[in-house]
């Protein structure tokens, strides 16, 4: 599916989608919408899946990461670790989700 179809089901309503990878699982958005391009901000991560997003996830050379991720409320910090940071869709050749600390690309 393209873009303009996700976008088209989801429309406006804020959908969330949940990312696996490895041992780990979250959800993801986009405020403006889901794309798959690369170095497009807007992107936050949901790390506990509670349905509060906590932390930024927009990062250069990649579709979303939180490496670095910013927190979104007070008390978020300790759920935005660099340590087990997640990356999608980096601009190299290596494809799908990555996160460290973990079991790496599924």
């Known amino acids: 599916m393209g873009d303009a ?3 088209g089901m989801v429309g406006a309503t804020g959908v969330r989608f949940r990312v696996d990878c490895g041992s780990s699982s979250m959800f993801v958005t986009r405020i403006g919408g889901w794309t798959t391009l ?4 807007g992107w936050i991560i949901d790390r506990d899946r509670d349905g509060r997003f906590d932390c930024s996830a927009s990062r250069a050379n990649f ?4 490496l670095n991720g910013s927190p979104l409320y ?3 910090a ?7 940071h997640i990356e999608f869709g980096a601009t190299t ?3 799908g989700t990555y996160i460290n600390g973990s079991s790496g690309y599924p």
């Open 78 to 84: 300790a759920l935005c670790p660099v340590a087990t």
């Open 63 to 66: 579709i979303f990461s939180d």
């Open 5 to 7: 179809v996700i976008n």
């Open 74 to 76: 007070p008390g978020a």
């Open 93 to 95: 050749s290596v494809f």
């Open 38 to 41: 690369v170095n497009q901000p």
